[in-house]
C-alpha cells in the first residue's frame, strides 16, 4: 500500500473506537503522525497506530482544550495538515421527548465542535498553504427514520459548513470535504434497534451494514494529495443507499 500520507500529520476526534479508531489506524498505516483526540482514554487505538502517537482526552466543544491541542501539536511537529472531525453523538429521540438540552448538545458536538477544531487549525494550515479538513455527516439527512429530528439536523449543517468553509479556504491550498457514511456497525449507533438495522441493509444494494474501514479509506483519499481538487463536496459511503436527486 502507497504511502500517501508520509511526513503529514493528522488531528482525528472520536479516535478511541469504532470510524474514528478506523481512520487513525488507516492514516498511519500511510505514513501520517496522528493525533487521538476523544473525551474516552483512546489508549487502545494508541496502542494499534504506535504508541508514541500524541493523545488529548478531553471535549471537543471546548475552544481552551482545542487552542491548547494545536498548540502542543505544532511544538511537537511542527505542522498540523489534517483535520477528521469525526466524534459525534446519536440521539434516538421523539420530537415530542427532545427537549432543548438535548438538541443544543447534539448541535454542540456534531456541528459546533466542527467549527471550532477548524477555526484552531486554520492559522497553521494557511501558514503551510496546505490542509485538508475532513468532516463526518450521515445519510440519515435523505432517509424516513422517525426520533432523529436533532441528529439529522446537525448532520445536514454539517453539509452547509463544509461547503461554506470551502469558499472561504479555497484559494489557501486548503481543501474542505465531508463523507456521508450510511448506518455503521459502531458503539456510536448502539441506539439503532436491530429492525433499524436489518431495515437499512435490506435497502442498501450492498446488503450489510458498513463497518468502520468501509469509512477509513474514502476519509484517507479525501486526506490526501489525490484529491487536491476535491472541495465542498459529499462523498456519501453507505451501501448505495442514498439516492442522488
Same mark, same amino acid.
Given at each position: 500500500?502507497a504511502?500517501t500520507?508520509?511526513?503529514?500529520?493528522?488531528i482525528?476526534? =472520536?479516535a478511541?473506537?469504532?470510524i474514528g479508531r478506523a481512520?487513525?489506524?488507516?492514516l498511519?498505516r500511510r505514513?501520517?503522525?496522528?493525533?487521538?483526540?476523544?473525551?474516552d482514554?483512546?489508549? %487502545?487505538t %494508541?496502542? &494499534?497506530v !504506535?504508541?508514541?502517537a500524541?493523545t488529548?482526552?478531553?471535549d471537543?466543544t471546548?475552544?481552551?482544550k482545542?487552542?491548547?491541542l494545536v498548540?502542543?501539536v505544532?511544538?511537537?511537529? =511542527?505542522r498540523?495538515? *489534517?483535520l477528521? $472531525?469525526?466524534?459525534g453523538v446519536m440521539?434516538i429521540?421523539? *420530537?415530542d /421527548?427532545?427537549?432543548?438540552?438535548l438538541w443544543? $448538545?447534539?448541535f454542540?458536538i $456534531?456541528? /459546533?465542535?466542527?467549527f *471550532?477544531a477548524?477555526?484552531s487549525v486554520?492559522g497553521?494550515m494557511r501558514? %503551510?498553504k496546505y490542509?485538508r479538513?475532513?468532516s463526518?455527516?450521515? $445519510?440519515?439527512?435523505g432517509?424516513s427514520?422517525?426520533?432523529?429530528c436533532a441528529?439529522?439536523?446537525?448532520?445536514? #449543517?454539517?453539509?452547509?459548513?463544509?461547503? #461554506?468553509l &470551502?469558499n472561504?479556504?479555497?484559494n489557501d491550498?486548503?481543501t474542505?470535504? &465531508?463523507?456521508?457514511p450510511?448506518?455503521?456497525?459502531?458503539? =456510536?449507533?448502539?441506539?439503532?434497534?436491530?429492525?433499524?438495522r436489518?431495515e437499512?441493509?435490506n435497502?442498501q444494494p450492498i446488503?450489510?451494514? =458498513?463497518e468502520p /474501514?468501509?469509512?477509513?479509506g474514502p476519509?484517507?483519499?479525501?486526506a490526501? /494529495?489525490e484529491?487536491?481538487h476535491?472541495? !465542498? %463536496?459529499v462523498?456519501?459511503?453507505?451501501? #448505495?443507499m442514498?439516492?442522488?436527486?
Open positions: 500500500m504511502e500520507h508520509e511526513g503529514r500529520v493528522a482525528v476526534t =472520536g478511541a473506537g469504532g481512520i487513525s489506524e488507516h498511519a505514513g501520517a503522525k496522528v493525533v487521538l483526540v476523544d473525551k482514554d483512546p489508549s %487502545q %494508541q496502542a &494499534a !504506535g504508541g508514541e500524541m488529548a482526552v478531553f471537543v471546548s475552544s481552551t482545542w487552542a491548547e498548540t502542543a505544532i511544538d511537537a511537529y =511542527g498540523v495538515d *489534517i477528521i $472531525n469525526n466524534a440521539p429521540v421523539p *420530537i /421527548e427532545t427537549d432543548l438540552d443544543r $448538545n447534539t454542540a $456534531n456541528l /459546533e465542535a466542527h *471550532i477548524a477555526k486554520i497553521i501558514t %503551510q490542509g479538513i475532513i463526518l455527516s450521515s $445519510n440519515t439527512i432517509a427514520y422517525p426520533g432523529m441528529y439529522m439536523a446537525s448532520k445536514m #449543517g454539517v453539509i452547509g459548513f463544509v461547503r #461554506g &470551502a472561504d479556504l479555497g491550498g486548503i474542505v470535504n &465531508a463523507v456521508m450510511g448506518l455503521t456497525n459502531t458503539p =456510536g449507533t448502539a441506539a439503532a434497534s436491530d429492525t433499524m436489518i437499512v441493509a435497502a446488503k450489510r451494514l =458498513g /474501514e468501509d469509512v477509513a476519509v484517507s483519499f479525501l490526501s /494529495e484529491a487536491r476535491i472541495t !465542498g %463536496q462523498l456519501v459511503v453507505d451501501g #448505495g442514498y439516492k442522488i436527486s
